[in-house]
């Protein structure tokens, strides 16, 4: 899974908030060596796999698309492998945490948010849904069962000893809940995860089966590899999606619906997603076939599709290559209306819209969540106790990815930056220890453990260590122990006690000889901002010159950028001058921005006509003490018609401050942004805000401004600005 969050940028973390559209990724590390290539999973091994699963489902539904239900049986066969007797096993009911708010993942709460915004009519009981059990029986014999806190206990009448198989029937029924969850439905689409009870892994070793419910913060997706029969019934008009071989065929007995069934063997977890206005895009490449289901929505999208099914093949080709052979025919990505969440199942993913401007060639979230098929739906594991081992492994794999592809910016480097030693949680966490840090501390982290490993031994005992360690756990739930295990089979006990520390020790901090040198790393963040500005300004079709973020694209691009203060200011406003130049100034050097700063007016005039008509200027400080405002106040005046900003009357405004940005009245292609205020300085409690409010005009992650008006207390109070549709994910909007 990958989720993009953001945060509200203030004077400190402008620059450090790009850590995201920089890629609008997640970047990965490298790992370690082997002493000999392993052996790579056959379709002998996978057909071996495939006869012993543990657990077999014969699924029969029925979708009530006008109520939003699913009526439901299924038939499940669980084989005891296991050195206990059990005398009951256990189901997990995740559609369940959809009974009260209080249980829902929090991950979609913003989604939800703004969809009941949008969606007034729609009472909050909508928002929530659950599956209720009506029976279950062993040979038509009921049996006694409970469905309590998202776990299905059902009393066998018989014990089951190990080495024995029981098969239950189970009937039930699913109310699907609006917005946005991994069961949901919105608009047009029915997105459907956790939807029917699923057996829970028994731990042999605790002798008892996991039976916990499903994360509030993150994810509980810990499964066995099983078989899968799904026969879904729906309107003919659907178009669904499932993991496996998918047929259809008329419904006989009901005119206008069919019936579609997906068999997947070997699989670690089943959904679907469905929608009357799906289209769905296909390419096969020897054997394997790639399907893209989406909403034919804007013009060209069937190029954007095809260009993402190619990295599709590139990636699962390089992963398939440098870990283990993906071993099933079809691969399929759904896309959603949801944002900010990309979320992987064994052989689907799920994906936002795309937009106009996506570059499939560079979604680095679509490569990390088709990573998640080698590490979440191959090798699997307790993403509630042991997250690292899937997200990690992913979130490096897609750096590894992008690495191999060339792209020096999204590759290894993103890795080496990342400062995480103000981080005191250890990768092999839980999720609870986690809290909010998981990104950082199973992804970013966990990565660069990863990347430590690859540094230490090398590319090819690396990528040795990970096949072995795929051929160990593919079909299975490997386990930190187990990995380190693998890494001293493959690559010897002192890896194994390196990767032991690094998982373990809080304060682990990527070695200082893997990182990045001082020059290294201010060249790579001023060619990812110079990206992250170029990225986030063409969201918006026809965006107009005059936008406070341009002067900081235009400086990225390497046109010139003066800053002129005022000369003839008082001693208190020269002080809040300094105190806001000083934050600029910050935040410039940090981009790698090249800028000169003028506050002497006899060097003002000596420029004005030839250096600083060339140059875009960012002006602050007082109209009536700025010599370069005054010099240019006809042309000022003038330009600030175009932005309908009425200069004279805002200058006039004695408590007002802001800012205004024109073209410059002597050059057409440069800009002129004025940070004002009126009086002799700004009221004391006002300078913070109105730094703050400065950088978060010039940033990429909110919104465009032109010009805004700031009260005595530096709060806006009128303003013109242009939407920017990345801000929904800083949380700027």
Excluded: C
């Amino acid at each position: 899974m990958y989720r993009i969050t953001f945060k509200s940028v203030s004077q400190k973390t402008l620059a450090y908030s790009l850590a995201f559209t920089l890629a609008a990724s997640p970047v990965v590390g490298a790992g370690q060596a082997l002493a000999q290539p392993a052996a790579v999973a056959t379709a002998e091994t996978i057909a071996m796999a495939q006869a012993h699963a543990q657990v077999q489902y014969r699924i029969n539904a029925k979708l009530d698309e006008k109520n939003m239900r699913i009526q439901g049986s299924e038939t499940v066969t669980y084989r005891n492998t296991s050195n206990d007797t059990l005398r009951e096993i256990v189901f997990h009911t995740f559609a369940d945490a959809n009974r009260s708010k209080a249980t829902q993942t929090s991950m979609f709460e913003r989604n939800n948010e703004e969809i009941r915004k949008e969606n007034p009519q729609k009472k909050p009981e909508d928002f929530l849904g659950g599956i209720d059990i009506w029976s279950a029986a062993v040979d038509g014999q009921p049996l006694v069962f409970s469905n309590n806190n998202q776990a299905l206990t059902v009393k066998l009448q018989q014990e089951l000893k190990p080495g024995e198989a029981v098969t239950v029937e189970i009937g039930f029924e699913v109310k699907i809940p609006y917005g946005m969850q991994r069961l949901s439905y919105y608009k047009d689409i029915i997105n459907g995860a956790h939807w029917f009870p699923v057996m829970s892994v028994y731990d042999e070793n605790k002798h008892e089966w996991d039976n916990k419910p499903y994360s509030k913060t993150f994810e509980t997706d810990y499964y066995n590899s099983s078989d899968f029969e799904v026969h879904f019934n729906v309107p003919e008009a659907y178009q669904v999606l499932m993991p496996g071989t998918i047929t259809m065929q008329a419904d006989p007995k009901e005119p206008g619906r069919k019936v579609v069934t997906a068999d997947a063997d070997n699989t670690r977890e089943h959904v679907f997603f469905a929608s009357p206005n799906y289209k769905v895009e296909r390419v096969t490449r020897d054997g394997l076939t790639v399907e893209y289901y989406y909403f034919d929505n804007m013009p060209d999208k069937k190029k954007l599709v095809d260009e993402y099914i190619d990295t599709a093949f590139k990636a699962i080709q390089f992963f398939s290559e440098k870990y283990g052979e993906y071993p099933y025919p079809e691969f399929r990505i759904a896309e959603s209306y949801v944002e900010g969440v990309a979320v992987e199942f064994a052989r689907v993913i799920q994906m936002g819209q795309i937009r106009p401007n996506s570059d499939p060639a560079h979604d680095y979230v679509f490569v990390h969540e088709i990573a998640h098929q080698w590490f979440h739906a191959l090798i699997g594991n307790n993403s509630e106790a042991e997250s690292f081992l899937d997200e990690g492994f992913a979130d490096f794999s897609m750096v590894y990815f992008a690495e191999k592809q060339g792209d020096d910016l999204n590759g290894f480097k993103t890795i080496q930056i990342d400062d995480l030693s103000y981080l005191d949680k250890p990768i092999a966490s839980n999720n609870t220890e986690v809290g909010g840090e998981t990104s950082p501390v199973f992804y970013k982290k966990g990565r660069q453990a990863i990347y430590q490993l690859y540094r230490m031994v090398g590319e090819e005992k690396f990528d040795a260590f990970m096949q072995e360690y795929f051929n160990r756990y593919a079909y299975k739930n490997a386990t930190i122990s187990g990995l380190l295990h693998t890494i001293q089979d493959t690559l010897g006990e002192e890896a194994r006690k390196e990767m032991d520390k690094a998982l373990h020790d809080p304060q682990f901090a990527l070695k200082p000889e893997y990182r990045l040198s001082e020059a290294e790393e201010a060249s790579y963040w001023h060619e990812q901002f110079k990206i992250s500005y170029h990225s986030s300004l063409i969201q918006v079709a026809n965006l107009p010159a005059e936008t406070m973020s341009r002067i900081v694209d235009k400086a990225l691009q390497g046109e010139p950028l003066t800053i002129v203060v005022s000369d003839q200011a008082g001693g208190k406003a020269k002080k809040q001058q300094q105190t806001i130049l000083t934050q600029l100034e910050g935040t410039l050097t940090i981009m790698g921005i090249p800028y000169e700063v003028v506050s002497d007016r006899q060097k003002l005039k000596q420029q004005l006509e030839k250096k600083l008509a060339t140059s875009n200027i960012i002006a602050i400080g007082s109209a009536k003490t700025n010599g370069l405002i005054q010099a240019l106040k006809p042309g000022i005046i003038q330009k600030s018609k175009a932005i309908g900003f009425d200069w004279k009357s805002m200058m006039n405004q004695k408590a007002s401050s802001g800012a205004y940005v024109i073209k410059h009245p002597y050059n057409q292609n440069r800009l002129l942004l004025h940070f004002f205020w009126n009086g002799d300085a700004l009221s004391d409690n006002a300078v913070e805000p109105f730094a703050e409010q400065m950088l978060q005009s010039l940033g990429f992650s909110g919104n465009f401004y032109q010009y805004y008006v700031l009260n005595k207390t530096g709060h806006v109070a009128t303003d013109k600005k242009i939407g920017n549709p990345l801000a929904k994910f800083f949380g700027e909007e």
